[in-house]
Nanobody, 126 residues
Framework: QVQLVESGGGLVQAGGSLRLSCAAS????????MAWFRQAPGKEREFVTA????????FYADSVKDRFTISRDNTKNTVYLQMNSLKPEDTAVYYC???????????????????WGQGTQVTVSS
């Protein structure tokens, strides 16, 4: 069993930056693809970015490409999301998630993820 705990959310002005962290318990973490999803009020949860177990494969939604960067430190059981040039439309609850399958097509589907954090609020003011 893996538990995920996000931190680093907050209120920031448009154009600003935030860094989210997701700390995982359990040694199996290092074998999982890890991802960030987000959910704005009244909208479905959407894929943001993902990173393979060794960092060799990265996936980004078009809406965040060139602004957000995902990374992980398996020695610390932690995955990070560096968010730059934030926009008001980035406002959402951000969730960290763990994927136990190696199938790359599963990366974009929230229904395929076995583990989820509780979420952290990111609010970008205009």
């Amino acid at each position: 069993q893996v538990q995920l705990v996000e931190s680093g959310g907050g209120l920031v002005q448009a154009g600003g930056s935030l860094r989210l962290s997701c700390a995982a318990s359990g040694r199996a973490f290092i074998t999982y693809t890890m991802a960030w999803f987000r959910q704005a009020p009244g909208k479905e949860r959407e894929f943001v970015t993902a990173i393979s177990w060794n960092g060799g494969r990265l996936f980004y939604a078009d809406s965040v490409k060139d602004r957000f960067t995902i990374s992980r430190d398996n020695t610390k059981n932690t995955v990070y999301l560096q968010m730059n040039s934030l926009k008001p439309e980035d406002t959402a609850v951000y969730y960290c998630a763990g994927l136990t399958t190696a199938q790359e097509m599963a990366v974009f589907d929230p229904g395929r993820y076995a583990y989820w954090g509780q979420g952290t609020q990111v609010t970008v003011s205009s």
